[in-house]
């Protein structure tokens, strides 16, 4: 039965028209998770697609313009069509990119495309005054291109790394100083407490006194074995060789000589370098960190060849030569090695090299996979008997995962399993050179890839956890217990430690699971205190004088655009940059509504968009809806920003213009909502997910007077298999279906996404097989419409192919496949955009 008030009350919230860019959006409007009422207080939510009042807009003198002219409908609203949607998005505005604060805390930066072209130009503008961005020349780049620049520990100074090489400047004056002119790729530069500046060329390491002027070699890294004055063995003709023939003899005995004197002078004169350290033939580097005092180096090496299997090869058919090319793309998870690496730590005075044993780490040899092993020896009618072994474990792959103390008296590693369930934060004895175990994170079901930050305070750690379900911030001395600085249920992360250790910055989803307000976190006390206010999404960088923020700032309708926001006194939020154009400021975007939509399996509801058209409440031929499913699996798209699927966005808009309903759920397996929602599919990926999608659409039939039986659904990678999955699995759920850069058996998949939720074939088939939808293709009953880039090197065209072939042999006959022959994972040409949705298009209209 139709709930009238909610109706309403959904209907109101509901944008047809132009875009707002002022307007007030209350946090109370955006209910919390927690809210499980009647119907009749659905857990509704207005997507802000206005700004606060607080916010101080700054009217741009010039706006984008735009080639394409929109035509009208009889009421006079622009109609959206496909044409304008799928074209090349320059259309809509070219948002910054890659946006940093000046040293001086007085300018900022960011990157712009170029109209029609990939190239992108990197602009200045003053956060004070009225005069606008400009452009930062060629020849003026290396002054200002210092984004990830070091500073010295006094504040003065700071280096960085541009077209690789290295560049000085004094932030008391701007001046700005070469230091490198080579054609090497200098890297990982930083300074040194005595302050030289050091930096990276391959696998050595070198300091260059500024003073001086001169360049000193720290270490050399060798991927040979250790040289030996003698081989260990010698072959009998060898033997016979040496004695019977006495040039052989006499050219040995040189050698050993000059060797010999080679090490005499090595060891006698201070300006002949020995800094080779062996860490054995056919390896490779994978991590290396120097100490701030250049005395130390922390290096992980692998074997050569251990990261993969071999390489599959992918065809394209569509070459400049004309020519098919076998290009080289991934191995599968089904093909994919046990990987690991040696931990070493170097001297680079002694000259002495210590393996860093993994043995002192908790759980290090546990049979993580024992009960997995025993499901799945038993269904082949075999015992598993479990037992302990050392367990393949390696330096985590994240952003900066070794990291040393400010004044370089410890160092701190994040170390991972291969098996994905046991993340170690670690840091070393450097008297007795072993690991010492700071913080384990076991989770049963998989460690996530994010919330992994980390780092110094003054006598211990910071790191992010979700051990207690959510990712929250502890700090921890070195000998004591941890300390949870945040609670709740919501996630912590883009932590920034202030300069006196007494705060953080952090981005954080308190008010709502979509919506992410920056806040500064007591390093004492845990107090979190709002710093913005702004609602939708946003992102952040402290200035280096720690008294403002450059904010990307975006709303479900509104494209990203950088805002200031000083953290003294109660200033509005200013608005620095427009971007926008006017023609797509003008068009009639549907801005949804967030819904909490009841789960029937769980306590927690779905959060979900929800694009409602006019009068929707009173047609008397029960409307037609659209679910779309988003990628990725781990990714939110319910959240009160602007999403990275704008053009479905778009696509939903005019859909409802033309009467349609149309839900984006955010299922279980989304980003946002917490660990037991993240590891929800562990192992039987599809099933969580489709029941959460039934439970959209009853909502739907419940709320928004939609006909059960005239429901499609779509989407793309994740959102196809989901497609897949549904229409295979529960074929009464969905009228039709249009699955997109499919993934039809995850043992074809690559490794570290799907070994996570699924582990690994060899180990695991149960869980493949139920979770890959080649496996339930017999339950096909309705049209399905497969759409497959043919050079995708993410989802291989052959998940497309295979699918297809299984198709044909069951004798299904509802299914169209149309294939792109230029087209990655991610469509780059607008026509292929525009062929493949009004594929899309026709689907829905002739089906539902």
Known sequence: MMKKNIIAGVISMVLLGCVSTTGEQSAESVLDSTEQSSVADKQLALAQETQPTTVKQVIPKVMPKSTLIPTELANGEVNITLEQIMADPDWIGRAPESWYWGADSKSIFYRQKQQGNQLRDLYQQAINGDKGAEKVSLATLHQVADKEAV???????????????????????????????????????????????????????????????????????????????????????????????????????????????????????????????????????????????????????????????????????????????????????????????????????????????????????????????????????????????????????????????????????????????????????????????????????????????????????????????????????????????????????????????????????????????????????????????????????????????????STVTMPPELYLQSLTGNSEAERLTHTVSEQFLAMPWVAPSVVAIPSSKQNAPIYSRVYLPKNYDQQVDKNRAVMFSHGAGYLQNAHLGWSGYFREFMFHSMLVQQGYVVIDMDYRASKGYGRDWRTAIYRHMGKPEVEDMRDGVNWLVENANVDPQRVGTYGGSYGGFLTLMSMFTEPDLFACGSALRLVSDWAYYNHGYTSNILNTPADDAIAYRRSSPIYFAEGLTKPLLINAPMVDDNVFFQDTVRLVQRLIELEKQDFETAIYPVEPHGFVQPSSWLNEYRRIYKLFESTL
Not at 250 to 275: G, H, M, P, S
């Open 151 to 553: 500073n010295n520990l006094a504040g003065t100074q700071a280096v960085y790394v541009f077209e690789g090489n290295v560049f000085i400047k004094d932030l008391r004056t701007g001046k700005v100083k070469q230091l490198t002119y080579t054609s090497a790729a200098e890297s990982d530069v930083m300074f040194l407490t005595n302050g030289d500046v050091a930096y990276r060329v391959g696998d050595k390491f070198f300091a260059l006194d500024i003073q001086a002027n001169q360049i000193k070699e720290l270490a050399s890294l060798k991927m040979q074995d250790q040289p030996r004055e003698k081989q260990a063995t010698e072959s009998y003709l060898a033997s016979e060789q040496r004695q019977l023939i006495a040039y052989i003899a006499k050219q040995q005995r040189n050698k050993q000589l000059t060797d010999r004197e080679q090490q005499r002078l090595k060891a006698a004169n201070k300006t002949v370098t020995q800094t080779e350290f062996y860490l054995g033939q056919n390896k490779r580097v994978v991590h290396a960190s120097l100490s701030p005092n250049g005395d130390k180096l922390i290096v992980s090496v692998t074997d050569n060849k251990a990261r993969s299997a071999a390489s599959d090869i992918m065809p394209n058919y569509i070459a400049k030569d004309a020519n098919i090319k076998a290009q080289k793309a991934r191995a599968r998870v089904a093909n994919n090695r046990q990987y690991q690496e040696a931990l070493y730590l170097l001297d680079l005075k002694s000259g002495q090299q210590f393996a860093l044993s993994y043995d002192s780490l908790p759980g290090y040899d546990q049979d993580v996979l024992a009960a997995v092993k025993t499901e799945n020896y038993a269904q082949q009618g075999k015992h598993y008997q479990s037992k302990k072994a050392p367990r393949n474990i390696h330096v985590m792959q994240t952003y900066q995962p070794i990291k040393w103390h400010p004044q370089g008296k410890q160092v701190a590693i994040m170390l991972e399993a291969w098996d994905n369930k046991d993340r170690w934060l670690t840091t070393v004895n450097l008297l007795e050179n072993k690991l010492v175990n700071q913080h384990r994170l076991h989770d049963d079901a998989w460690i996530n890839w994010n919330f992994n930050e980390f780092g110094w305070l003054e006598q211990g750690l910071y790191y992010l956890s979700e051990e207690s379900g959510y990712s929250h911030l502890y700090s921890k001395s070195l000998t004591g217990k941890a300390k949870k600085l945040t609670q709740g249920a919501f996630e912590v992360s883009e932590l920034t430690l202030v300069k006196d250790h007494s705060s953080f910055i952090a981005k954080a989803n308190k008010k709502h699971p979509g919506l992410y307000e920056i806040y500064r976190i007591d390093a004492n006390s845990g107090a979190m205190t709002a710093l913005t206010d702004l609602g939708g999404m946003n992102n952040y960088a402290l200035s280096p004088d720690e008294s403002k923020l450059l904010i990307e700032h």
